[in-house]
């Protein structure tokens, strides 16, 4: 390569490099830092939900023990599935409704917890059921027949006691 040529590549390099760190330049650490931990957290909360969706079926039984995996109440489940992502939940959903940080309804995410106040020992305030937000309006959750199961936050029994939801990822 003769030296005229070397030093054109050199100069395409060198501008190239200087436009890319201007490009850098201009965007701020702090947004940076801002769209990573959303981005990770986003994946993490959809993670969850994957987990979770492996369980689909399996049977409810209330007061389940959390050491088995063949039955789930509500917040052994959300205990179990959040647990293999490092986030250590207590036992009950009332409990579990006090962890993270509050999540207004429009601005759920999937991972995001969501508390309901519903059936037998339900009474418009104190929590009794727990699922987790798996995006588009669906939950993913166990209680009755069904066991585990994806349901339409948006509908019925759980737009009607829809109660709260936290972010704990």
């Avoid at 492996?54 to 088995?68: Q, R």
């Avoid at 993270?100 to 429009?106: E, I, P, R, T």
């Avoid at 009755?144 to 339409?152: F, L, N, Q």
Wanted: hydrophobic residues 40%; aromatic residues 10%.
């Amino acid at each position: 390569m003769n030296k005229q040529t070397w030093i054109k590549k050199a100069a395409i390099v060198s501008i190239s490099a200087a436009m890319g760190m201007g490009t850098l330049l201009a965007v701020s650490p702090a947004s940076q830092v801002e769209a990573a931990s959303s981005s990770y957290a986003t994946t993490k909360g959809q993670q969850v939900v994957n987990f979770g969706k492996n369980y689909m079926g399996t049977p409810y039984k209330f007061g389940a023990s959390t050491s088995t995996t063949k039955v789930f109440d509500c917040s052994s489940f959300m205990k179990h599935i959040f647990k293999k992502y490092g986030v250590n939940l207590p036992r009950t959903s009332a409990a579990q409704a006090k962890k993270g940080v509050a999540v207004s309804k429009a601005n759920l995410r999937a991972g995001d917890m969501v508390f309901f106040s519903s059936g037998s020992r339900a009474n418009g305030k104190n929590v009794t059921h727990v699922a987790v937000y798996a995006g588009n309006g669906k939950i993913l959750h166990t209680y009755g027949k069904p066991g585990v199961t994806i349901s339409d936050l948006n509908s019925g029994t759980w737009k009607k006691t829809y109660l709260k939801a936290r972010r704990v990822l």
